[in-house]
Nanobody
Framework: QVQLVESGGGLVQAGGSLRLSCAASGRTFSGYAVGWFRQAPGKEREFVAF????????SYAESVKGRFTISRDNFKNTVYLQMSSLKPEDTAVYYC????????WGQGTQVTVSS
């Protein structure tokens, strides 16, 4: 397993930006794909973004495409999610994951977007 700690969440106005970070420790991080998911109150956890082990392949949920960017720094064992043009519907707890088997998850960081 990989231990993950997210940070960077907070309260932001609609249209603003935030950058989430996820620091990994434990097993070798660089050999695994990573991703971000989110869970809003009363809703299922949903996929947000994916990044391959090398960083060369990324994919996004339609709802965030063009606004969010996932990246990773394998030397720092860190995954990032740059979020811009934030909307109230982006409000959720954001979780990073590493695609080990089973997946490794962080504890989540709260993002609240006010209208």
């Amino acid at each position: 397993q990989v231990q993950l700690v997210e940070s960077g969440g907070g309260l932001v106005q609609a249209g603003g930006s935030l950058r989430l970070s996820c620091a990994a420790s434990g097993r070798t991080f660089s050999g695994y794909a990573v991703g971000w998911f989110r869970q809003a109150p009363g809703k299922e956890r949903e996929f947000v973004a994916f990044c391959s082990s090398s960083g060369g392949i990324t994919s996004y949920a339609e709802s965030v495409k063009g606004r969010f960017t996932i990246s990773r720094d394998n030397f720092k064992n860190t995954v990032y999610l740059q979020m811009s043009s934030l909307k109230p519907e982006d409000t959720a707890v954001y979780y990073c994951t590493v695609y080990t088997e089973p997946k490794s998850w962080g504890q989540g960081t709260q993002v609240t977007v006010s209208s």
